[in-house]
């Protein structure tokens, strides 16, 4: 148990912890820059493209195992960019792609600025603690009430996330015009200060 929480679990502290360390190092920057921000766009391109082409192609030439005398599914587990299990290739194509999407929805909020879609999505951002954690106990726990959290299609898949979407933006905007942060937010902020 031990092992699964902190190594090869669904989400393991000690590969994740990578992502908050990196998460900490992003918010240092000055993302305001457009050097900056020019810099980041290029190197986690680069980055995704490379990491996943290579992981694609070692896949392919070590095929069904016969290179290295493993088998295909030891190829597939080693050599993969998915998260299970949470392989330095995984953490790289994982930090990469949530770099583009930062970088590019910055991007955007900047080209779009006077828009209210845009500043009711960065008032959502400024709960985003509150909401991860709502999206575990409310999201998926209506979902297991319903008895419907497995086995379940797609499309039910992408309605239930954008319903939550759309109810977690909504909630956000109504709790920051009587609040100046989320509940998480506020508690973890007295933690830390």
């Given at each position: 148990m031990i092992r699964h929480v902190l190594f090869n679990g669904f989400h393991p502290v000690i590969p994740w912890a990578a992502?908050?360390?990196?998460?900490?190092?992003?918010?240092?920057?000055?993302?305001?820059?457009?050097?900056?921000?020019?810099?980041?766009?290029?190197?986690?391109?680069l980055s995704l493209l490379l990491v996943e082409f290579s992981f694609?192609?070692?896949?392919?030439?070590?095929?069904?195992?016969?290179?290295?005398?493993?088998?295909?599914?030891?190829?597939?587990?080693?050599?993969?960019?998915?998260?299970i299990p949470p392989l330095p290739q995984y953490l790289v194509s994982a930090g990469s792609s949530a770099l583009l999407?930062?970088?590019i929805c910055l991007y955007i909020s900047q080209l779009f600025a006077g828009n209210?879609?845009?500043?009711?999505?960065c008032q959502t951002g400024q709960l985003s603690l509150s909401i991860y954690v709502g999206h575990v106990?409310?999201?998926l726990g209506v979902i297991?009430?319903?008895?419907r959290l497995q086995n379940q299609s797609i499309e039910f898949s992408l309605i239930c996330s954008a319903l939550f979407c759309v109810v977690a933006l909504g909630l956000s905007v109504l709790w920051l015009?009587?609040?100046?942060?989320?509940?998480?937010e506020s508690v973890f902020r007295k933690f830390v200060s």
């Open positions: 992502f908050l360390v990196f998460g900490m190092w992003l918010g240092r920057l000055d993302l305001g820059q457009p050097k900056i921000r020019i810099r980041l766009l290029l190197v986690a391109s694609s192609q070692l896949r392919q030439w070590l095929g069904n195992g016969d290179v290295w005398a493993m088998k295909s599914e030891e190829v597939t587990f080693l050599f993969s960019t998915s998260m999407v930062i970088v209210r879609l845009v500043t009711w999505l106990i409310f999201g297991e009430a319903m008895g015009r009587f609040f100046k942060r989320g509940p998480l």
